[in-house]
């Protein structure tokens, strides 16, 4: 019984194509909407490689090749504080929720953590502080993104192919998820559980985790179909990127492969891909990789940034393109903000723009 049920669900999903919602949603209208940008935010004088929103909006944190994190006001465009890095090759940074710490890390191996001293007020209030307040070193490859849980624990991820759970005060890794068999690229909190978050990985693989109970995945979302019981989508290369949807049961992953995925852990499968025959690299024929994925405060719109410069605007229902944002030059991160009414981007033309 149990085996037929599988054979007529894999039926079905194969009838989708891995395209559950656009099959479903075909005559669903897409409101219409080109998001708007400002002058650039210049004063880095290297390439951005991440960037993350404050908790209220208010600010956004660079990390740069030009050895320098950056906060900016996202209203205004001013730099509210540059902190100077021991080592230039960062690639990630973090506000913890409540704009007292700022991490980042890089080639170093190690989770640098900041304390800020972030002071509310008008103008957005102010940063009085540079202080380096821990350094956390257990990670023996790259770190490739980093995560505030609150301002006590930060989550990594790491060219050495785990994540790490970190005390923050205790300087110690309190779990170590080692389940990946490659370099794990990004790492993304769940909103509505604090306790579940996904991780992305060059294994092809995306895998959803539980802080509370093992340092192995509780649910795999792998890059090959493995038995005859695998259904659905999978990518085909590195996964770079992953974010928890607006539906907190749902991700996005984006992937080398030139395609942004939607998973659903309740059914364990793909709902959407989302992918545009245009989008080709700039040195070859074949599709250009994502760099990074958000998703809008409703869940209307998925955001993707490939490394040939482009934006992409998704519609998430029926996969289909609504708008594309060209850059001069890679675009290494993007992010919505938390209130849902700008989207920023980071570029290898060391500039940061918010558009509206």
């Given at each position: 019984m149990v085996r037929e049920l599988r054979d007529q669900i894999k039926q079905i999903r194969n009838k989708q194509n891995g395209n559950i919602l656009a099959a479903v949603s075909a005559n669903v209208n897409v409101t219409d909407y080109k998001p708007t940008t400002r002058s650039p935010m210049t004063g880095h004088f290297g390439k951005i490689y991440a960037l993350h929103w404050g908790a209220d909006s208010n600010s956004i944190v660079t990390a740069s090749q030009d050895g320098k994190l950056i906060i900016w006001s996202s209203h205004t465009g001013n730099k509210q504080l540059a902190i100077t890095l021991n080592s230039a090759w960062v690639m990630t940074c973090a506000f913890s929720p409540t704009y007292e710490f700022i991490a980042s890390g890089g080639l170093d191996n190690t989770v640098s953590i900041f304390k800020v001293g972030h002071e509310p007020g008008p103008n957005d209030g102010r940063f009085r502080s540079k202080e380096l307040f821990r350094e956390l070193e257990k990670h023996d490859g790259y770190l490739s993104c980093v995560r505030f849980v609150d301002d006590k624990e930060v989550i990594s991820s790491s060219g050495d192919g785990t994540c790490i759970l970190w005390d923050v005060e205790k300087q110690a890794a309190t779990r170590i998820f080692m389940d990946h068999s490659g370099d794990v690229m990004s790492v993304d909190l769940n909103a509505k559980n604090r306790s579940l978050f996904c991780s992305g990985s060059v294994d092809q693989s995306a895998k959803i985790w539980d802080m509370r109970s093992s340092d192995?995945?509780?649910?795999?979302?792998?890059?090959?179909?493995?038995?005859?019981?695998?259904?659905?989508?999978?990518?085909?290369?590195?996964?770079?990127?992953?974010?928890?949807?607006?539906?907190?049961?749902?991700?996005?992953?984006?992937?080398?492969?030139?395609?942004?995925?939607?998973?659903?852990?309740?059914?364990?499968?793909?709902?959407?891909?989302?992918?545009?025959?245009?989008?080709?690299?700039?040195?070859?024929?074949?599709?250009?990789?994502?760099?990074?994925?958000?998703?809008?405060?409703?869940?209307?719109y998925i955001f993707s940034a490939y490394d040939n410069g482009q934006v992409y605007m998704w519609s998430s229902l029926t996969a289909t393109k609504v708008h594309d944002m060209p850059h001069e030059s890679r675009v290494s991160a993007l992010g919505v903000s938390p209130d849902g009414y700008a989207l920023a981007t980071g570029c290898w033309d060391f500039n940061l723009r918010v558009f509206y």
């Open positions: 192995r995945n509780v649910m795999n979302f792998p890059g090959k179909l493995r038995d005859q019981h695998d259904v659905g989508g999978y990518h085909t290369a590195d996964i770079n990127a992953v974010k928890w949807f607006t539906d907190p049961e749902c991700l996005i992953t984006g992937s080398d492969d030139g395609t942004v995925r939607l998973f659903d852990r309740r059914s364990c499968g793909q709902l959407n891909c989302y992918e545009a025959p245009e989008n080709r690299s700039l040195h070859s024929a074949e599709a250009s990789g994502v760099t990074s994925v958000d998703v809008s405060l409703s869940g209307s």
